[in-house]
């Protein structure tokens, strides 16, 4: 029996600690700057994502600093990308993860300033020696990483998102909306082992597959609970795609067809790790988790 | 003799060329992103840093369209710099390049995720095999860029830009910023060729501080003409750091010390250039140019 709990735990220990050596301490007179960084960084959260990471290069007995690295470079992508998403000009939230959002502590534009250095932080903290011995290995996880963030990727799904209040989405575009903008940096994040490990192509392919479920179903639970969740016990607002008349899986499918739909893809995704022994129970099991959550 | 202004059009050219290339058509359901990123990556402008990359390269005999791809990536970051640097928070600027700027054009959060979006395909564009055939050059190319422009570089010139217009700062610390703001951008741009011909160190450390020089320089000569230049002829609005009480080159040496200020940068950039021969010319004149300007 796996204890996912225990090990989402220790893995946010130790990826946090990565963060922490690769984030500089805010000095001089740009200090500002590394404090909101930190601010936003340090905040908690579940570290799904570097979770995927540190899960994925254990599969090909990768060294669990090299993969740290890139759990780390991960996470400040994420981080970058709740930053920006927070700013008044978009989803105008003033919380997150239970505590104040980045342009609430400091101000607006100090905020997308850390958004931006975060992104340029998260390719320089993949490209160092220290993360990988060969340099095509970090070429690869830098290019993987630049398409998953990017306009075809979290970008383009964050553009998709905005324009989702003025227009109309069937099933299909908002499957397509949150494949770009969860599902990628979740792919990512879950194929990183392989590249660092030089996986077999299989291998790669059904990590990528596993992901893009899990990252479906992660975003319809993350819908489900906006729609029926308790705002401080999530940690940010809910209600808030109602109110903006947001096309959502929820508001697609109704709650109940679309919890069940999260199960159906949560299946698939386990469906795909057949290949991988019992080293990917936690895997599997954080798939399951998803679904369950309350928050 | 050489001609400055053809070979500044014709690079100008060359880049826009491949920028077309690398920078997807609008389609899909996220192609207001890509119109946004288009609408500022094709607004014209001088388009100084892809020339320094082209002629660093050409120093090093590297294949021109290996060379302009870099030339390309570093004036995708640049784009970015300029849409999220003219937004409301940052600088609230109408206008750049003599055209609307992103947010005025689109609005607020579609500017910011162009701009978000840019920068991953900055790093995008330099780690892909046709950029050069080594996996280490373009790993460092990434690293140089990262750094260049993140917190340690542009991100923190442009913290530091914001708090000073709240902020004492003495010459050296306008320098400083100065250094961080544009002139680490300038330095990548003027190495980039040296890394990709693999030249030797003491000719990498010349354009170097070339570079820095140059890119001082330039901003010296940017404060002044924000100081006393017309803004129609600029094509953005001037007056605005006086306005805004901010401490520049100009309000702290006066105009005439700036301007000789300036005068003895770009002796110093041409002077760094001495171990190279008669094909770094455009560079000499590049520097000299940059004085002279009037817009």
């Known amino acids: 029996m796996v204890d996912l709990q225990a090990a989402l735990a220790e893995c946010a220990e130790d990826v946090e600690r990565m963060m922490d050596l690769l984030l500089p301490q805010p000095e001089g007179a740009e200090a500002r700057l590394y404090s909101a960084m930190r601010h936003s960084a340090f905040a908690g959260g579940k570290r799904l994502r570097p979770f995927l990471v540190m899960q994925s290069a254990r599969q090909f007995g990768v060294d669990r600093r090299c993969a740290a690295r890139v759990a780390a470079a991960v996470e400040f992508m994420h981080t970058y990308s709740l930053i920006h998403d927070d700013l008044p000009a978009m989803d105008d939230a003033d919380m997150r993860r239970g505590r104040t959002s980045c342009h609430k502590e400091f101000d607006e534009a100090t905020a997308i300033l850390a958004g931006d250095a975060l992104q340029a ?79 077999p192509y299989r291998a ?59 199960g159906l893809l949560i299946d698939q995704a386990i469906t795909a790790l057949d290949l991988f022994d019992e080293k990917a129970d936690l895997l599997r099991e954080a798939a399951r988790y998803v679904v369950a959550r309350t928050k």
């Open 204 to 262: 790669y392919m059904a990590l990528h597959n596993y992901a893009q479920e899990f990252g479906l179903a992660f975003q319809i639970v993350d819908d489900l609970l906006d729609a029926t969740g308790d705002s401080e016990w999530i940690g940010k607002p809910t209600g808030r795609d109602a109110e903006a008349g947001k096309a959502t899986f929820v508001s697609v499918l109704g709650a109940e067809r679309a919890r069940s739909q999260a």
């Open 121 to 199: 932080l998260a390719f320089e903290t993949l490209v160092m020696p220290e993360t990988h011995s060969d340099p095509a290995v970090r070429a690869e996880l830098v290019r993987d990483l630049a398409r998953a963030s990017g306009g075809r990727g979290m970008c383009g799904g964050q553009m998709m998102d905005l324009l989702a209040e003025s227009t109309e989405m069937d099933i299909g575009a908002i499957t397509r909306l949150q494949r770009l903008k969860t599902g990628e940096m979740f792919a990512f994040s879950a194929v990183s082992g392989a590249i660092l490990g030089k996986g």
